[in-house]
């Protein structure tokens, strides 16, 4: 008889794309998250949590790039009882489901409606670095109304989140541009029938920022050698076509009304295009009267957003500080966070317009942004360890970690084998622990213990002579009723 084939051990690997985040990572980003849902629920928006799969049908056409819903997206096909045959998939952005969630419940729900959602997005595409298949979303939307107040609302609640969490004025910037300003370009253009060619010029001036206004002129065009110094094929256009493009790129001056006036140019005799512009007049009168001048949100053409699904004002948070990358170049930080007004999304499943507008932000690039300006502590303290000199006595120990846990300090006790002692010490290293606490046969019989600053006892170590490590003790006996006083006087020190 054949001996059964061993089954080979499955490689503990994380998925290609994905990754695993540890208790720091955890901790500050679930911190960040409830200060900015601090700011949201101020601001009247209320939360919710809809459920990670949606159908396929939900969900749509309207992953950036792709044309098959199916298709950049984690998808199967479900053959139960009564839904036989249906795609279903994992939610790719957080304003897909609310579509579907207004849609259903718009009867029992305000208008409008101010929601905020946080959760985990997934995008079935190809990773790179630092380009993940699932990452954190941070949404806020407005849907009901076709007022610019709402887009003005989400623009100040953007500004307002963002100093919040850490980003000091001056560090960001809220652009604002509309889509009924470059539709106008594109009628101007002779273009607003053509899906292709508007296609090819919206994919050319979201490179406006690349490669400056010559190079979006050479792609609009007969195109460009890139950097490497490969031939770009242009999108084919006259010089006569492209101009009303850069018209439109170049529009920007040094306040709003300049800017206004050029686009104005820029669009020529277009009514949807005059309409953008209104728009914009509005919520820049609406910023100005709530306090957000130009330091904070201002009006810019270059901000284009990629999705298909934007209808009118369209929003970016650009980060302004230095950084330097990987090759040590130095670089501006870039965008956390985009959104815009989208009025027919909804309108898919109700078969009526319904006017909506958002922001997204991206939760990871906020978050290294908020590491860059040292805003987050690279290293969160770990929890007070109650060391154990006797297993026999492991009673008293747990009365100790108890007593300071009831006190708010996060404690623990030693759990490993308590033989030796160093080896406890280590651990508490590895836990970034704060303090430990010590208490032998000896110490229990005088009703003292034995208190470890483990910081300072570390730096100490690290720098000092044996003279100052006399001066500057880190170990101090103390009563046993004194036990968390000392312990938070300690905590304080090191804070």
Known sequence: MAKPKKQPRPKAVTPKGFRDYFGQEVTQRTEMLRTIADVYHRYGFDALESSAVETVEALGKFLPDVDRPNEGVFAWQEFDEGRNGDWMALRYDLTAPLARVYAQHRNDLPTPYRRYAMGPVW???????????QFYQCDADTVGTASMAADAEICAMLSDTLETVGIPRGDYLVRVNNRKVLNGVLEAMGLSTDAAARDDVLRTI????????????????????????????????SDNQAEPVIAFLTSKADDAAGTLANLRAAVGDSKIGAEGISELEQIGELLAAGGYGADRIQIDPS?????????????????????????????????????????????????????????????????????????????????????????????????????????????????????????QLKYADKRNSPVAVIEGGDEKDRGVVQIKDLILGAKIAESATLEEWKERPSQFEVPRGDLVAKVREILDSQD
């Not at 995008?123 to 298949?133: L, V």
């Not at 490669?211 to 256009?237: P, Y």
């Not at 990987?326 to 959104?339: D, H, L, M, N, T």
Request: glycine share 14%; charged share 30%.
């Open 123 to 133: 995008r079935n595409e190809k990773p790179g670095p630092g380009r993940y298949r």
């Open 206 to 237: 979201d490179k406006f920022d690349k490669v400056g206004e010559q190079g979006v002129r050479e792609l609009l065009t007969k195109g460009r050698l890139d950097a490497s110094g490969a031939f770009i094929d242009g999108v084919g256009l």
């Open 303 to 423: 901000v284009v957003r990629g999705l298909g699904y934007y209808t009118g004002p369209v929003y970016e948070a650009e980060l302004t500080f230095e950084i330097f990358d990987e090759k040590g170049r130095k670089r501006q930080f870039g965008s956390v966070a985009g959104g815009g007004r989208y009025d027919d999304l909804v309108k898919r499943f109700t078969g009526q317009e319904v006017p909506a507008t958002g922001i997204s932000i991206g939760v990871d690039r906020l978050l290294a942004a908020l590491r860059e300006k040292g805003r987050i502590k690279l290293h969160d303290t770990g929890p007070v360890v109650v060391t154990v000199m006797d297993r026999d006595r492991m009673a008293d120990y747990q009365a100790i970690v108890a007593e300071l846990r009831n006190a708010g300090i996060r404690a623990e006790v030693y759990l490993g084998n308590p033989k030796n002692f160093g080896n």
